[in-house]
Protein backbone atom coordinates (compact mmCIF):
# COMPACT_ATOMS: atom_id res chain seq x y z
CA UNK A 1 0.00 0.00 0.00
CA UNK A 2 1.32 3.89 -0.01
CA UNK A 3 1.85 5.63 3.26
CA UNK A 4 -0.05 8.42 3.18
CA UNK A 5 0.56 11.87 5.12
CA UNK A 6 -0.94 14.62 5.97
CA UNK A 7 0.12 17.86 4.88
CA UNK A 8 0.59 20.95 7.20
CA UNK A 9 -0.68 23.93 5.90
CA UNK A 10 1.72 26.28 4.85
CA UNK A 11 1.44 29.24 6.25
CA UNK A 12 1.31 33.16 4.15
CA UNK A 13 4.93 33.94 4.41
CA UNK A 14 5.78 30.02 4.04
CA UNK A 15 3.57 30.49 0.59
CA UNK A 16 5.41 33.67 -0.02
CA UNK A 17 8.83 32.17 0.23
CA UNK A 18 7.99 29.22 -1.65
CA UNK A 19 7.05 30.78 -4.70
CA UNK A 20 10.09 32.89 -4.55
CA UNK A 21 12.37 30.39 -4.56
CA UNK A 22 10.15 28.56 -7.70
CA UNK A 23 10.85 32.31 -9.23
CA UNK A 24 14.29 32.12 -8.51
CA UNK A 25 14.73 29.28 -10.05
CA UNK A 26 13.26 30.19 -13.04
CA UNK A 27 15.51 32.90 -13.16
CA UNK A 28 18.64 31.45 -12.59
CA UNK A 29 17.51 28.58 -15.26
CA UNK A 30 17.04 31.30 -18.45
CA UNK A 31 13.87 32.80 -18.20
CA UNK A 32 13.24 36.18 -18.55
CA UNK A 33 9.75 37.14 -18.86
CA UNK A 34 9.08 40.22 -18.35
CA UNK A 35 5.91 40.03 -16.27
CA UNK A 36 8.10 36.74 -14.08
CA UNK A 37 11.15 39.25 -12.86
CA UNK A 38 9.13 42.15 -12.11
CA UNK A 39 7.14 39.68 -9.54
CA UNK A 40 9.86 38.28 -8.02
CA UNK A 41 11.32 41.92 -7.64
CA UNK A 42 8.10 42.88 -6.02
CA UNK A 43 7.84 39.18 -4.28
CA UNK A 44 11.78 40.04 -2.87
CA UNK A 45 11.06 43.46 -1.64
CA UNK A 46 8.46 41.87 0.63
CA UNK A 47 10.49 39.04 1.80
CA UNK A 48 13.00 41.56 2.95
CA UNK A 49 10.03 44.06 4.37
CA UNK A 50 9.06 41.05 6.57
CA UNK A 51 12.69 40.43 7.60
CA UNK A 52 12.26 36.92 6.06
CA UNK A 53 15.44 38.20 3.65
CA UNK A 54 18.19 40.14 5.00
CA UNK A 55 18.31 43.85 3.69
CA UNK A 56 22.24 42.83 2.36
CA UNK A 57 21.47 39.47 0.76
CA UNK A 58 18.34 41.33 -1.05
CA UNK A 59 20.20 44.23 -2.23
CA UNK A 60 22.89 41.72 -3.88
CA UNK A 61 20.19 39.71 -5.38
CA UNK A 62 19.04 43.23 -6.60
CA UNK A 63 22.22 43.94 -7.78
CA UNK A 64 23.00 40.68 -9.72
CA UNK A 65 19.81 41.43 -11.09
CA UNK A 66 20.66 44.87 -12.53
CA UNK A 67 23.84 44.18 -13.64
CA UNK A 68 22.36 41.26 -16.00
CA UNK A 69 19.95 44.08 -17.19
CA UNK A 70 16.65 43.67 -15.46
Known amino acids: GK?????RD????EKME???EILKGQ?????DNE????DFKLMLMRLMNKSR???????DILLD?????Y
Open 18 to 20: QEF
Open 35 to 38: KLVK
Open 3 to 7: LSMPL
Open 65 to 69: LATLG
Open 10 to 13: LTAD
Open 27 to 31: IIAGN
Open 53 to 59: ISKKDGQ
